[in-house]
Nanobody
Framework: QVQLVESGGGLVQAGGSLRLSCAAR????????MAWFRQTPGKEREFVAV????????QYADSVQGRFAISRDNAKNTVYLQMNSLKPEDTAVYYC????????????????WGQGTQVTVSS
């Protein structure tokens, strides 16, 4: 069993930055792909970014490409999401997720989820 605990959310003005962290407890990361998703009220959860175990590969949603950066520290069992140039439309609950697969962007293929952390960007 893996427990994922997110932190780092909050309120920020447009153009500002936030760094989200997700600490995995229990089983180690092993070869899991790690990803961030986000959800706003009334909408389905959407993919934001994914990174493989060796950190040699990452992928981003078009809406965050060039502004967000995903990274991980396997020694600390932690994945990060650096969010820069934030926009009001980035406002959402952000979820960390772990997949048994080494690489996937499909929400359905993620086996463990964090509780979510709220990010609010004011205009």
């Amino acid at each position: 069993q893996v427990q994922l605990v997110e932190s780092g959310g909050g309120l920020v003005q447009a153009g500002g930055s936030l760094r989200l962290s997700c600490a995995a407890r229990g089983r180690t990361f092993s070869t899991y792909a790690m990803a961030w998703f986000r959800q706003t009220p009334g909408k389905e959860r959407e993919f934001v970014a994914v990174i493989n175990y060796s950190t040699t590969r990452s992928q981003y949603a078009d809406s965050v490409q060039g502004r967000f950066a995903i990274s991980r520290d396997n020694a600390k069992n932690t994945v990060y999401l650096q969010m820069n140039s934030l926009k009001p439309e980035d406002t959402a609950v952000y979820y960390c997720a772990a997949s048994f697969l080494t690489w996937t962007t499909s929400e359905a293929m993620y086996n463990y989820w964090g509780q979510g952390t709220q990010v609010t960007v004011s205009s």
